[in-house]
């Protein structure tokens, strides 16, 4: 039964007072259809989680033990609200890789960049103010801005669109709409897999300079590169009008909960409030464990590792949709980070097409949960990251099988069939040359 249904039962007892906020809240019924996607048979091309076994769990073993006998009353102790200032230095010398040259002193650590995503948006926006984003957009973002609105502006292969995001300012400005923030992944996009091309920067900077708006640059994926390095971050172009999130989640591990904002220093004291008022602060303990990861480690080796076995996996996956995918599907190319976006025939529906994948043991993210408008119908999310390479390739094979069977079943009842040039009608622009 999907989980959206059981959570606005009639005969929930505090139905009626629920704040407004999260009243709105649903677990989607993906989510049910997630629990069965868990199973062993299923290959899930679903979740974007990091692949954790790779790493050297002596060496964490090792950093472990360290923190506990060198630290340990510290390390299991309450800290500053702005994180620790070893931690602060050693993620300023990580965002030196992106030609970033901030200060610890205006880093405030996160429980995650999620974290940063709610405590930001919470610093700047009422309900109703608007928040400009990609279309599609990572969901937890859209899950962090659920009580204000979002506006998207469409990706296309060099990312984020500035002639569309000149428009829609322009559009919002024009309606008296204020917007607050523009939220973007210019590097290895979740779920897109683009990158915002160098020649793009300057210009989204200058237009979200010009209508005043706060970018915030969540960065996630950043070092995660197959053929070469993004270009540089938008932080380091326009360090005032810029808040920069970075994440371990990638790099190092999510269980660990480690992200970071990089603040115009104007911000900084305002964050570490609205951070206290939120958890007091972050870990001690797996602070620690994070800057002896950083400082005393080769984390660089382990970061290399994670790279060659992302690439692998990422080349395993284009090669299986260019084996498998029939014609009229089309997909993205992603030079680093997790996923690849695949647009089906615009006649297709993702989202009910899961339940036929999930019964064919293969598992993706229907497009829809990207997008806070009901864009996306036709598109889905794979990840890579996770599923051994022959798991990916029989995956892929099963889900193109499932593609196969709608594609027949829509040309029997008489609907669209791919390679009709009618096909492309209503797609959201941006994203033609695609493949
Ligand atoms: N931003 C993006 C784009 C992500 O993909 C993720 C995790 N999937 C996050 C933020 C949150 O990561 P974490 O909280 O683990 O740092």
């Known amino acids: 039964m999907a989980l959206s249904f059981w959570l606005m039962r009639a005969d929930d007892p505090f139905r009626d007072r629920y704040a407004r906020g999260t009243r709105s809240m649903t677990a989607s019924e ?6 069965v996607a868990a ?16 790493l050297p769990f002596d060496v964490v073993g090792d950093v472990l033990g360290e923190v506990v006998a060198d630290e340990g009353p510290a390390a299991l102790q309450y800290a500053g609200g702005q994180g ?12 030196r890789h992106e030609g970033i040259r901030g200060s610890g002193g205006d880093v405030v650590v996160t429980e995650g960049s999620q ?29 962090a801005f659920s009580q204000y609105q979002v506006c998207h502006v469409p990706l296309d292969d060099d990312g984020l669109d500035p002639d569309a995001l000149a428009a829609t300012l322009e559009r919002l400005e024009r309606d008296g709409r204020r917007v607050k923030l523009l939220y973007t992944v210019p590097n290895f996009h979740n779920p897109a897999g683009v990158t915002l091309a160098a020649s793009r920067r300057e210009r989204v900077l200058e237009l979200a300079r010009r209508h005043e708006v706060l970018v915030l640059e969540d960065n996630p994926y950043g070092m995660l590169g ?13 360090p005032e009008n810029v808040v920069y999130l970075g994440s371990l989640s990638k790099v190092f591990c999510p269980g660990l909960r480690i992200g970071w904002a990089l603040v115009p220093p104007a911000l900084r004291e305002r964050l570490i409030l609205v951070k206290e008022a939120a958890d007091l602060c972050s870990s001690s303990f797996t602070q620690a464990v994070a800057y002896r990861w950083f400082a005393n480690y080769p984390w660089k080796e382990t970061l290399k590792g994670l790279r060659e076995l992302y690439r692998e996996r990422r080349d395993v996956m284009l090669e299986a949709l260019t084996e498998d995918v029939p014609d ?19 006649h297709l529906d993702a989202r009910a097409m899961l339940a036929k994948a999930i019964t064919a043991r293969v598992a993706y993210v229907p497009g829809g949960a990207f997008y806070a408008d009901g864009q996306g119908g036709s598109c889905l999310r794979l990840s890579y990251c996770f599923p051994a390479p022959d798991r990916i390739r029989e995956g892929v094979r099963r889900l193109a099988g499932v ?20 096909r492309d009608q209503g797609r959201p622009a941006g994203w033609g040359g695609v493949q």
Do not use: K
């Open 30 to 35: 993906i989510r049910a259809l997630f629990a």
């Open 39 to 54: 199973r062993p048979e299923v290959v899930s091309l679903a979740g974007g989680m990091p692949f954790t076994a790779a």
């Open 84 to 95: 620790d200032p070893r931690l602060r230095e050693v993620l300023t010398d990580l965002m």
């Open 115 to 143: 974290q940063a995503l709610d405590l930001i948006s919470r610093m700047f926006c009422d309900p109703g103010d608007v928040i400009v984003a990609e279309g599609p957009s990572y969901v937890g973002a859209l899950s």
């Open 226 to 238: 197959f053929e070469s390095d993004p270009p540089d971050a938008l932080r380091a172009l326009d």
């Open 328 to 346: 009229g599907v089309t997909w993205t190319r992603p030079a680093g980070g997790f996923y690849v976006w695949v647009r089906l025939p615009d």
């Open 403 to 422: 593609i196969d069977e709608e594609l027949d079943l829509a040309r029997a009842l008489g609907g669209l069939a791919a390679g009709d040039p009618d």
